[in-house]
Nanobody
Framework: QVQLVESGGGLVQPGGSLRLSCAAS????????MTWYRQAPGKQRELVPT???????NAADSGKGRFTLSRDYAKNTVYLEMNNLKPEDTAVYYC????????????????WGQGTQVTVSS
């Protein structure tokens, strides 16, 4: 069993900062990538725009300079540092990881955390 547990969400004023954490635990042989998605009300889930790779496969355009992804390989943890937050950043943020649970697993499985709410409002 693989679990992804997120923490760090909350309510913040525009221009403020938050740091999200996501720790992977359980049966883990290898982690290919850990990253963050978000889903705003009424919108589709999207990859969070970051300016750094941190072991991820993608980096979107918007949000560069405001969002930074980093990864602690020893702790199987990925962080999302969010600065100068805007109301449009309000969403549920989900951790995503591609993990091989066992050495003989044929592929990397796709795992999701339960999500953490980020609300940017004055």
């Amino acid at each position: 069993q693989v679990q992804l547990v997120e923490s760090g969400g909350g309510l913040v004023q525009p221009g403020g900062s938050l740091r999200l954490s996501c720790a992977a635990s359980g049966s883990i042989f290898s982690i290919y990538v850990m990253t963050w998605y978000r889903q705003a009300p009424g919108k589709q889930r999207e990859l969070v725009p970051t300016g750094t790779s941190g072991g991820t496969t993608n980096a979107a355009d918007s949000g560069k300079g405001r969002f930074t992804l980093s990864r602690d390989y020893a702790k199987n943890t990925v962080y999302l540092e969010m600065n100068n937050l805007k109301p449009e950043d309000t969403a549920v943020y989900y951790c995503n990881a591609k993990i091989k649970p066992y050495y003989n697993s044929p592929t990397f499985g796709d795992y999701w955390g339960q999500g953490t709410q980020v609300t940017v409002s004055s």
